[in-house]
């Protein structure tokens, strides 16, 4: 077997790249997600491929709050109006599935609120709040060489594959943060362990 950096190298690489974004994230932005979220009559929430994942997970921890979630795409998800809100999750802000979800519900009127990992993109200028997780910048790294970067961008290869899939480092960033926002509204909202349980699925 080809000698590998250990695993947990990598781990602490990619912690020390979280720690960088959470310490880039503007407050402003968190506050302006909050506010929409709280006003919204009801909060869709969209991704593509592994964003997606993030988007659902995201959308289950709201329905555990209480609020009314759903996931854009699926066949119970209701039509959207100018009184909902759309969380949209893209690393790009121009995956085209999401993009044109995100100029339907300009169109309709209501909220959007895009979390990114670039700063300008079609659907930046779309939207509400925008919050952007720094998983773009090439010059923020710990390495003498760029390694961890690369690696965390998929861009390090060995002899056949890449290390570490592209995008992670924004995906796991963004469920991070998601996790974080369903914290602060726990604080927001003086929710119980209990009735927050009491929502888990018991069908499954």
Do not use: W
């Not at 506050?31 to 997606?52: M, P, Q």
């Not at 003498?144 to 998929?154: T, V």
């Amino acid at each position: 077997m080809d000698s590998c950096i250990p695993l947990q190298e990598l781990m602490l690489i990619m912690i020390s790249r979280i720690e960088e974004v959470a310490k880039s994230i503007d407050q402003h932005q968190v506050e302006c997600i909050l506010t929409e979220i709280n006003r919204a009559e009801r909060i869709f929430v969209l991704g593509a491929g592994r964003s997606g994942f993030v988007a659902k997970s995201f959308g289950m921890r709201l329905m555990h709050l209480g609020m009314t979630a759903y996931v854009v795409g699926e066949t119970v998800t209701p039509a959207f109006n100018d009184r909902d809100i759309l969380i949209a999750f893209s690393g790009s802000g121009k995956t085209k599935s999401v993009l044109e979800a995100c100029e339907t519900t300009h169109q309709i009127g209501g909220s959007l609120c895009l979390i990114t990992g670039t700063k300008s993109s079609p659907m930046a200028d779309l939207a509400t709040c925008v919050v952007y997780l720094k998983t773009d910048d090439e010059s923020v790294h710990t390495g003498s060489d760029h390694f961890d970067l690369r690696q965390l961008k998929g861009e390090h290869r060995s002899i056949s594959h890449p290390s570490t899939p592209l995008g992670t480092l924004f995906e796991t960033s963004a469920m991070i943060f998601a996790d974080s926002i369903i914290s602060a509204l726990i604080e927001l909202k003086n929710c119980s362990i209990d009735e927050i349980i009491h929502r888990y699925s018991n069908m499954q």
